[in-house]
């Protein structure tokens, strides 16, 4: 199997390098019908493209799409969707230094022990830049799930070591999140990240982040067992993200400190829904692989960007040792981008499972 492919019936390819021409990708099993405009698309690029100050590379790309198949008067064909994202301010000659040495942190080691060659441009395929795709594939099942009633929210939970208030909390605000460069819930703690991430840039040093996601108004019983299970579809969809090193649940990882007297979701009657409705959500959404409906809940830790400006010390192709000072436009945090790459990667999860599920039961 591909690693370039994802999904089982709602599909998608990503194509492009950080400097070659172009980036994009290709949606196929989309039903056909859906009303789509480019806007959808361009609204969600734009939200990871952003405006994130100190926390963001100086690379200016203008990422609006061409949407070239899939498409006419305004709804889908069934057929595929190829989405095509120009690369308009691409400096490959920044990289020239890397051509033959690897950088710390990053995949041109373990690449070039995979294929023989590597895109030194930025790390080519394995740039954060490849996320634009994703992106694009993301809005059109977004605005899929939201035919069927379902939304995605994603912030900032923590960057640079500040947390922001969770959700229920008093201070914890999703009218916030779109209205500070961090995405975070609340102001105060945006500003006191920033700061943080500031002087790390001033010291040529970069920070990690935890982004949290939520999907509402999920029905139960998506999710495949045992193998193809909603929260490890979930799971692997994050950690195929390049700076991402771990996922957790509601609870999570504080589940294993717990017991199963507190820990344990129980129903109570409703009176309109045969399932009831859940009185706590430590599952995240998810028991034995599939949704409950209740709220699917979980976050992703990123960690630190490793292109920095710090000296490093690393190897070259000779296997000698050298000194690096990386060069280019990188991010010092990643958080501002992931939300919208997070949301992105939840919707093609839950999009595909919405057409599986249609076909479980007569």
């Known amino acids: 199997m591909s690693g370039n492919i994802f999904g089982t019936l709602f599909q998608v390819v990503t194509f492009g390098e950080s400097h070659g021409p172009a980036l994009g990708c290709v949606v196929d099993g989309c039903p056909a019908g859906l009303p789509l405009a480019r806007e959808d698309i361009d609204r969600e690029l734009s939200r990871r493209k952003g405006n994130c100050g100190e926390a963001s590379t100086s690379r200016n790309e203008n990422d609006t799409c061409e949407i070239l198949s899939g498409l006419f008067e305004g709804k889908t064909l069934g057929t595929p969707i190829a989405i095509l994202i120009r690369n308009k301010d691409a400096r490959p000659e920044d990289y020239d230094n890397l051509k033959d040495v690897y950088r710390p942190g990053h995949a041109d080691w373990p690449w070039e022990a995979k294929y023989g060659f590597r895109d030194h441009r930025g790390g080519g395929r394995t740039s954060a830049r490849e996320t634009t795709g994703r992106v694009a594939a993301g809005a059109i099942a977004k605005v899929f799930l939201a035919s069927h009633g379902i939304e995605i929210r994603a912030w900032t939970q923590e960057a640079a070591g500040i947390a922001a208030p969770f959700e229920g909390d008093r201070d914890f605000s999703l009218d916030e999140i779109e209205n500070n460069a961090l995405k975070m819930p609340n102001r105060a703690c945006a500003e006191l990240a920033m700061e943080k991430i500031e002087k790390l840039k001033a010291e040529g040093d970069s920070a990690g982040c ?25 799971a692997g969809a994050m950690l195929s993200l390049g700076a991402a090193k771990g996922v957790e649940f509601g609870a999570g990882f504080a589940a294993a400190r717990g017991k199963g007297s507190e820990l344990n979701d129980s129903l109570e009657p409703n ?6 409705l859940w009185k706590t959500n430590n599952a995240g959404g998810v028991l034995g692989g599939i949704s409950t409906g209740a709220d ?8 630190p960007v490793p292109s920095i400006a710090k000296r ?45 599920r249609q076909s479980a039961t007569l």
């Open 210 to 234: 935890i982004i949290s996601c939520l999907a509402r108004n999920l029905p139960p019983g998506l999710g495949e067992p045992v193998f193809n299970k909603l929260d490890a579809r979930i």
């Open 271 to 276: 009176g309109t829904q045969s399932h009831g």
């Open 312 to 356: 490093q010390e690393t190897i070259n192709r000779q296997g000698e040792k050298t000194g690096l000072l990386i060069r280019g436009r990188h991010d010092t945090c990643v958080a501002p981008r992931a939300v919208p790459v997070v949301e992105a990667m939840c919707a093609l999860v839950l999009a595909d499972f919405i057409l599986l």
């Open 296 to 303: 699917l809940s979980f976050r992703v830790a990123f960690k």
